[in-house]
């Protein structure tokens, strides 16, 4: 059959055409074989340009499109729709990547038009090979996994159970409620953290449409959009939930304590059966068996003797469960963690008792925490009269992290605000690189706190010591800083340093984005589908990320991610049924073999052999279309449906065009 | 004064990992060697050693493969498959007088736009400095012809051997 391709090469307004001599390219196309129609245009993306495609189509009885472009990323979809249009198959369309793979790449005019040739006549060989595909239906289960539940989680499983999905949502923790949990008051606004994150909590304790599992963890992933197997292992609390009432007697009974380093950042204690804190969703206590005496020695079981239920709730025997459950969609909200300050040992934490981290500072001025809202020395019991907050340690740092942490020049504030209200006498220093406060009402905020005195000191801190040089930097940590507005160093001597830390990717967050199949950039953020257009998805069809998994932000921003994340869920559960590309491979019964090479290639265990006719099948439902199989068949009679051997065949033909014909070779096909 | 050599580089780049970081390093305007002209396939799995041998024969001085990082292929194990594959096709190329260089698989993840933009420029330069590849001399040995069919199949055998 003779095939008539049309050819469209985008200007992309000077994106291409600056590079890459567009009118050239598609004179040079017009004069190819197959080649009934080359054009080029400003935007083939815009109606106009995809119109052309559509008249000609109609009007020139054209069988195959190739348009060169942008990435296939960006604009396959709009081409194949306007195929469509036309009234050809979606699949008898072929892009070339001209713009992000060409003329953005490079100044060299010259090279880039003939690599744009190149491609061009790739896709041009390649089309005229493609073959009508129907796309394949999938069904999409109606239940979400979301994973992580802090503020992102919360809101994304809350949205979803609004709607009526049931989501099931699994956090590590005892309790779900995350970082914010842990948070006094919030900037700008001093909004208490508890008081507007535990009414959401609660919501999600008691929504009829949520599982929540915590102190659970993902075990395994398997199956793909519509339809994930997920194994999640349920650790034992030891304690019975369906007869727990939660009183906290076991808690109050329980004779020891150890230093609570998770929720109080090692500034409090806990007993060894323990609730994180007071508002903590579910209220069923855990045991920390570690420090447990009966699980260390064998003695003890206060916590039984006085349960006060019937039958008792403490469970010394039971067991971590497995479950099993099939989701649609999943949602991973699994937050961040905070650097190590240590890491930076100029700045003294660990060494110099009065060196706190922002979250220890947290946790100090949280009416609930370990000192009841007091601000004290590590000695518990003294004010401290001067106070100096360090901004970006281990953020925009060649060192550490060269990236902003966006949120605590704003904590930073917050503190010095607090700080004032709490000790009016107490000087504070806030030394900082840049002054961060985009965002409604942040700038407000740091003009508020200009007024309310605080010292502002632009510059790194170099060091935070305490050796003395005069007599009045005696006992007394000294902040050494250069201060650049002034242009002098200068040597604080105060009482007290809060370094804000940056905040960074959980330490597992390569191994959570290998277990969900997804990408991870260089500083472990997972990474979105679009920087700018689809911040949510990843490149993992049915897998969306939401909160500072994806990279640092305040909490507004988590909670739109979280609602986000979650509509995008429900759109595709309200669909029913989604469209997959058919890109599938396929055995020919009548050739194989039956070697059974192909069976062990399958990571999906997607091939069957079948023992009575001795062939090997492909189960399309199964199948993700990757093609390894289909590379391994020693017959080469598995096709990988729009990668077949003779698409790509033809296309390293085409790509050397210009290479190819100064050989004087015998074809071997 | 003669033209530099400019090789002529096929990438076979994978949809998820490899394509996308081509795509960065064109969105972030990092500028590379225009000598790779990249073919996408779904996983670098599908890579088929008889493509790198036709894109040899057919003129190309030098063969890039790109996946994701072990352990982050979108398809679980695809690219591990393909080492297997490469380590394979790496002895039977140094046999017919391939040189080490001309045959390259690397792992870039969709965030690394830079390092498959230095990739190219690193394999340009290497095969640069190798010169063409002249297939027809090098492994046909003056042009009669002979021996394509012996050249596909040992890649085969290879296979069979190799997931046996």
Redesign the interface.
């Given at each position: 059959m003779s095939e008539k391709v049309g050819v469209y090469i985008c200007h992309c307004g000077t994106n291409i055409a600056k590079t890459v001599d567009v009118e050239e390219v598609a004179l040079w196309a017009g004069e190819q074989d197959h080649v009934d129609v080359a054009r080029e245009y400003k935007f083939m993306c815009s109606s106009l340009g995809q119109e052309l495609i559509e008249e000609d189509i109609k009007e020139k009885g054209l069988t195959k499109i190739v348009v060169a472009s942008c990435s296939p990323h960006m604009h396959e979809k709009t081409f194949r729709t306007a195929c469509v249009r036309g009234g050809l198959n979606p699949f008898m369309f072929e892009m070339a990547n001209i713009r992000e793979h060409d003329s953005w790449t490079t100044d060299d005019r010259e090279a880039a038009t003939l690599k744009a040739k190149a491609l061009t006549k790739a896709a041009i060989e390649r089309v005229i090979h493609n073959q009508p595909l129907e796309p394949l239906p999938v069904e999409i289960n109606p239940n979400t996994l979301v994973v992580g539940g802090g503020i992102a989680g919360i809101s994304a499983a809350l949205e979803l159970a609004e709607a009526g999905n049931h989501v099931y949502l699994v956090e590590r923790e005892p309790s779900i409620g995350g970082h914010m949990a842990q948070l006094d008051k919030t900037f700008p606004t001093l909004d208490c953290s508890a008081c507007i994150l535990t009414p959401k909590m609660v919501d999600v304790g008691q929504h009829p449409n949520i599982t929540l599992l915590t102190y659970s963890e993902v075990e395994a992933v398997g199956g793909y959009l519509g339809n994930f197997d997920v194994t999640v292992r349920k650790k034992a609390r030891y304690v019975d939930e369906e007869h727990c009432t939660g009183c906290g007697i076991c808690i109050e009974k329980c004779p020891y304590k150890v230093v609570d380093n998770v929720f109080e950042a090692g500034l409090g204690a806990r007993k060894v059966i323990y609730r994180p804190f007071p508002q903590a969703v579910p209220k069923y206590p855990v045991i920390d068996t570690e420090n447990c005496v009966y699980f260390q020695r064998g003695k003890c079981k206060a916590c039984q003797i006085f349960c006060p239920t019937d039958p008792n709730s403490i469970d010394f025997e039971q067991q971590d469960e497995i479950l099993q459950i099939v989701v649609g969609n999943i949602i991973l909200a699994t937050g961040f963690d905070l650097f190590d300050v240590s890491q930076i040992p100029q700045y003294g934490y660990g060494r110099l008792a009065n060196v706190f981290t922002s979250l220890e500072f947290e946790r100090m001025v949280n009416a609930s925490g370990p000192t009841d809202g007091k601000i004290v020395l590590r000695d518990l019991e003294t004010p401290p009269e001067s106070v100096v907050i360090i901004h970006c340690v281990g953020s925009r740092d060649e060192n550490y992290h060269k990236y902003c942490s966006k949120v605590c020049c704003m904590y930073s504030l917050k503190f010095a605000h607090l700080i004032h209200e709490r000790l009016p006498e107490a000087e504070v220093y806030n030394c900082y690189i840049d002054m961060r406060t985009p965002g409604k009402g942040y700038e407000e905020f740091y003009n508020r706190l200009l007024e309310e005195g605080t010292h502002f000191i632009r510059g790194k801190v170099a060091e935070v010591s305490d050796v003395a040089r005069i007599e009045e930097e005696e006992g007394k940590l000294i902040v050494q800083v250069a201060d650049t507005l002034i242009s002098k160093q200068r040597r604080i001597p105060v009482d007290m340093v809060i370094l804000s830390p940056a905040m960074e990717a959980r330490n597992d967050s390569q191994e959570v984005s290998q277990l969900f199949r997804m990408g991870c950039d260089f500083d472990g953020f997972f990474v979105e589908r679009h920087p700018k257009l689809d911040p949510v998805a990843t490149m993992t069809e049915g897998i969306y990320i939401a909160g500072a998994c994806q990279g640092p932000k305040d909490v507004p921003d988590t909670v739109s991610q979280g609602a986000a994340a979650a509509a995008r869920v429900a759109s595709f559960i309200s669909r029913g049924t989604v469209m997959m590309e058919p890109i599938r491979a396929s055995i020919n019964q009548e050739l194989c073999s039956g070697c059974r090479i192909c069976n062990t290639m399958c990571p999906y265990n997607a091939i069957v052999f079948h023992e009575d006719s001795n062939v090997s099948e492909v189960i399309t439902a199964l199948c993700q279309g990757c093609g390894t199989c289909v590379a391994a068949c020693p017959s080469g009679i598995i096709t990988g449906a729009h990668f077949t051997n003779d698409q790509l065949l033809a296309q390293i033909e085409g790509i050397l065009w210009d290479v190819r014909s100064n050989l004087d070779l015998v074809p071997v096909e | 004064m003669n033209k530099q050599f400019?090789p002529?580089i096929?990438g076979f780049l994978c949809n998820?990992?490899s394509?996308?970081a081509?795509?960065?390093?064109?969105?972030a305007?990092?500028?590379?060697?225009?000598n790779m002209?990249?073919?996408?396939?779904?996983?670098s799995?599908?890579?088929?050693?008889q493509?790198v041998l036709?894109?040899l024969?057919?003129?190309?001085d030098g063969v890039m493969i790109a996946g994701?990082h072990p352990?982050?292929?979108?398809?679980?194990?695809?690219n591990i498959?393909t080492l297997r594959?490469f380590i394979l096709l790496k002895k039977m190329l140094a046999q017919l007088g391939i040189e080490d260089e001309r045959v390259q698989l690397i792992w870039a993840?969709?965030?690394?736009g830079i390092i498959l933009?230095e990739a190219v420029n690193r394999m340009t330069e290497q095969i640069r400095a190798l010169g063409p590849l002249n297939?027809?001399e090098k492994v046909l040995g003056g042009?009669n012809?002979h021996g394509?069919?012996a050249v596909?199949e040992p890649a085969?055998e290879a296979?069979?051997v190799l997931?046996?």
């Amino acid at each position: 059959m003779s095939e008539k391709v049309g050819v469209y090469i985008c200007h992309c307004g000077t994106n291409i055409a600056k590079t890459v001599d567009v009118e050239e390219v598609a004179l040079w196309a017009g004069e190819q074989d197959h080649v009934d129609v080359a054009r080029e245009y400003k935007f083939m993306c815009s109606s106009l340009g995809q119109e052309l495609i559509e008249e000609d189509i109609k009007e020139k009885g054209l069988t195959k499109i190739v348009v060169a472009s942008c990435s296939p990323h960006m604009h396959e979809k709009t081409f194949r729709t306007a195929c469509v249009r036309g009234g050809l198959n979606p699949f008898m369309f072929e892009m070339a990547n001209i713009r992000e793979h060409d003329s953005w790449t490079t100044d060299d005019r010259e090279a880039a038009t003939l690599k744009a040739k190149a491609l061009t006549k790739a896709a041009i060989e390649r089309v005229i090979h493609n073959q009508p595909l129907e796309p394949l239906p999938v069904e999409i289960n109606p239940n979400t996994l979301v994973v992580g539940g802090g503020i992102a989680g919360i809101s994304a499983a809350l949205e979803l159970a609004e709607a009526g999905n049931h989501v099931y949502l699994v956090e590590r923790e005892p309790s779900i409620g995350g970082h914010m949990a842990q948070l006094d008051k919030t900037f700008p606004t001093l909004d208490c953290s508890a008081c507007i994150l535990t009414p959401k909590m609660v919501d999600v304790g008691q929504h009829p449409n949520i599982t929540l599992l915590t102190y659970s963890e993902v075990e395994a992933v398997g199956g793909y959009l519509g339809n994930f197997d997920v194994t999640v292992r349920k650790k034992a609390r030891y304690v019975d939930e369906e007869h727990c009432t939660g009183c906290g007697i076991c808690i109050e009974k329980c004779p020891y304590k150890v230093v609570d380093n998770v929720f109080e950042a090692g500034l409090g204690a806990r007993k060894v059966i323990y609730r994180p804190f007071p508002q903590a969703v579910p209220k069923y206590p855990v045991i920390d068996t570690e420090n447990c005496v009966y699980f260390q020695r064998g003695k003890c079981k206060a916590c039984q003797i006085f349960c006060p239920t019937d039958p008792n709730s403490i469970d010394f025997e039971q067991q971590d469960e497995i479950l099993q459950i099939v989701v649609g969609n999943i949602i991973l909200a699994t937050g961040f963690d905070l650097f190590d300050v240590s890491q930076i040992p100029q700045y003294g934490y660990g060494r110099l008792a009065n060196v706190f981290t922002s979250l220890e500072f947290e946790r100090m001025v949280n009416a609930s925490g370990p000192t009841d809202g007091k601000i004290v020395l590590r000695d518990l019991e003294t004010p401290p009269e001067s106070v100096v907050i360090i901004h970006c340690v281990g953020s925009r740092d060649e060192n550490y992290h060269k990236y902003c942490s966006k949120v605590c020049c704003m904590y930073s504030l917050k503190f010095a605000h607090l700080i004032h209200e709490r000790l009016p006498e107490a000087e504070v220093y806030n030394c900082y690189i840049d002054m961060r406060t985009p965002g409604k009402g942040y700038e407000e905020f740091y003009n508020r706190l200009l007024e309310e005195g605080t010292h502002f000191i632009r510059g790194k801190v170099a060091e935070v010591s305490d050796v003395a040089r005069i007599e009045e930097e005696e006992g007394k940590l000294i902040v050494q800083v250069a201060d650049t507005l002034i242009s002098k160093q200068r040597r604080i001597p105060v009482d007290m340093v809060i370094l804000s830390p940056a905040m960074e990717a959980r330490n597992d967050s390569q191994e959570v984005s290998q277990l969900f199949r997804m990408g991870c950039d260089f500083d472990g953020f997972f990474v979105e589908r679009h920087p700018k257009l689809d911040p949510v998805a990843t490149m993992t069809e049915g897998i969306y990320i939401a909160g500072a998994c994806q990279g640092p932000k305040d909490v507004p921003d988590t909670v739109s991610q979280g609602a986000a994340a979650a509509a995008r869920v429900a759109s595709f559960i309200s669909r029913g049924t989604v469209m997959m590309e058919p890109i599938r491979a396929s055995i020919n019964q009548e050739l194989c073999s039956g070697c059974r090479i192909c069976n062990t290639m399958c990571p999906y265990n997607a091939i069957v052999f079948h023992e009575d006719s001795n062939v090997s099948e492909v189960i399309t439902a199964l199948c993700q279309g990757c093609g390894t199989c289909v590379a391994a068949c020693p017959s080469g009679i598995i096709t990988g449906a729009h990668f077949t051997n003779d698409q790509l065949l033809a296309q390293i033909e085409g790509i050397l065009w210009d290479v190819r014909s100064n050989l004087d070779l015998v074809p071997v096909e | 004064m003669n033209k530099q050599f400019e090789p002529v580089i096929v990438g076979f780049l994978c949809n998820w990992c490899s394509y996308r970081a081509a795509d960065l390093a064109g969105t972030a305007r990092i500028h590379y060697a225009p000598n790779m002209r990249p073919i996408r396939v779904m996983c670098s799995g599908r890579v088929d050693p008889q493509f790198v041998l036709k894109a040899l024969r057919e003129g190309a001085d030098g063969v890039m493969i790109a996946g994701c990082h072990p352990g982050e292929c979108h398809y679980v194990e695809g690219n591990i498959k393909t080492l297997r594959r490469f380590i394979l096709l790496k002895k039977m190329l140094a046999q017919l007088g391939i040189e080490d260089e001309r045959v390259q698989l690397i792992w870039a993840s969709a965030s690394e736009g830079i390092i498959l933009a230095e990739a190219v420029n690193r394999m340009t330069e290497q095969i640069r400095a190798l010169g063409p590849l002249n297939w027809q001399e090098k492994v046909l040995g003056g042009g009669n012809g002979h021996g394509h069919p012996a050249v596909i199949e040992p890649a085969q055998e290879a296979e069979e051997v190799l997931y046996d």
